[in-house]
């Protein structure tokens, strides 16, 4: 099991990011992706994740401004963010913990076994 997050970079305050986790390695069809952010001395914490069969889940101080989506096509998961703002300054982690995901939270990030590279997004002017 591999995922890749890529896309963060620097963006102004009210400005846009879209964020890709690569899939690899097992059937991306099947199982639900989280995205989790961890920012400088805080845990990390949950921002969304996406069912097998497209259901959403967002944390609520995302909610409205991100957007979680999937290609199982091209084996990716999206993070479409929105009106970022300087507290969604941290490193994203795309993660899977192999289940299909029908439920209606994300679950702790202690639960997802697989893990991606960070991606970092810093949200500054």
């Known amino acids: 099991v591999q995922l890749q997050a890529s896309g963060g970079g620097l963006v102004q305050p009210g400005g846009s990011l879209r964020l890709s986790c690569a899939a690899s390695g097992f059937t991306l069809d099947y199982y639900r992706i989280g995205w989790f952010r961890q920012a400088p001395g805080k845990e990390r914490e949950g921002v969304s994740c996406i069912s097998s069969d497209g259901i959403t889940v967002y944390a609520d101080s995302v909610k409205g401004r991100f957007t979680v989506s999937r290609d199982n096509v091209k084996k990716k998961v999206y993070l479409q963010m929105n009106s970022l703002k300087p507290e969604d300054t941290a490193d994203y982690y795309c993660?899977?913990?192999?289940?299909?995901?029908?439920?209606?939270?994300?679950?702790?990030?202690?639960?997802?076994?697989?893990w991606g590279q960070g991606t970092q997004v810093t949200v500054s002017s």
């Open positions: 993660a899977t913990d192999l289940k299909a995901g029908y439920g209606s939270s994300c679950g702790s990030p202690y639960e997802y076994p697989y």
